[in-house]
């Protein structure tokens, strides 16, 4: 058997220090296998942003163990942080697109930060718009954009340097039934071929009936952690 992307082990986060300390996750355990897609659900509050954005490197750990791709992420400085980010495909509910650049110069600002060679931009980026249907969109900027079509180009840009980690906040929330199938479809398609996993937190049941494991937070403990049986 492969070796976990992620594994998260007797992890503990608390916002500020001392008497004002307030815990948000205790002891939690987590693993994600090579090809696994994972949900995380639960009500507010309960530390499903927070676990996800320790997985992602954008906050330091504290207390416990979180490994990404085999490394170690407790005592990383801002540069080995940034190194483990550059690895992981982001998805937020916010889409974080720039206002100048268009859906085809955002995945080519991606590609080329992710190191890709220049030579193998343009058909994927040609194929990546295709599978999301923003090939008529490719040229339009953010403000031309439905908030639908801003969140797919916020999913495309993830996925278009092929991570072995997906990390997603509510990917689904702006997209309508049919589309939202789609880029759940495609997430699971690209990422296992990559040998990579993904772990979306939602309340949206069409992620849900796709996941194969649910695992649910509450007040920062894991109180479920189920493979879904198929209907």
Do not use: C, W
């Amino acid at each position: 058997m492969s070796d976990p992307i992620v594994e998260v082990r007797g992890l503990s986060y608390s916002y500020e220090t001392g008497p004002h300390a307030k815990g948000v996750l205790t002891d939690v355990d987590l693993t994600l296998a090579t090809g696994e897609l994972v949900v995380i659900t639960g009500p507010s509050g309960s530390g499903k942003t927070t676990l996800l954005t320790l997985i992602g490197a954008l906050r330091s750990v504290q207390t416990g163990r979180v490994t990404v791709g085999g490394r170690d992420l407790h005592g990383l400085d801002a540069r080995g942080q940034e190194e483990v980010r550059k690895g992981i495909g982001f998805i937020f509910q916010t889409h974080n697109l720039f206002d100048s650049l268009t859906a085809e110069q955002t995945l080519h600002l991606a590609m080329e930060l992710g190191s890709q060679p220049p030579a193998a931009r343009g058909d994927q980026i040609t194929g990546m718009l295709a599978e999301l249907g923003l090939t008529e969109r490719a040229r339009a900027k953010p403000a031309q954009l439905s908030v639908g079509q801003r969140q797919r180009v916020a999913v495309a840009r993830a996925l278009i340097n092929q991570p072995r980690l997906v990390l997603a906040d509510e990917p689904t929330a702006s997209l309508d039934a049919e589309t939202g199938r789609q880029v759940v479809d495609l997430l699971q398609r690209r990422t296992r071929a990559a040998g990579g996993a993904v772990l979306i937190v939602t309340h949206d049941p069409r992620v849900i009936e796709a996941a194969d494991r649910v695992v649910r937070l509450l007040d920062g403990k894991i109180m479920a952690n189920n493979r879904r049986l198929a209907p």
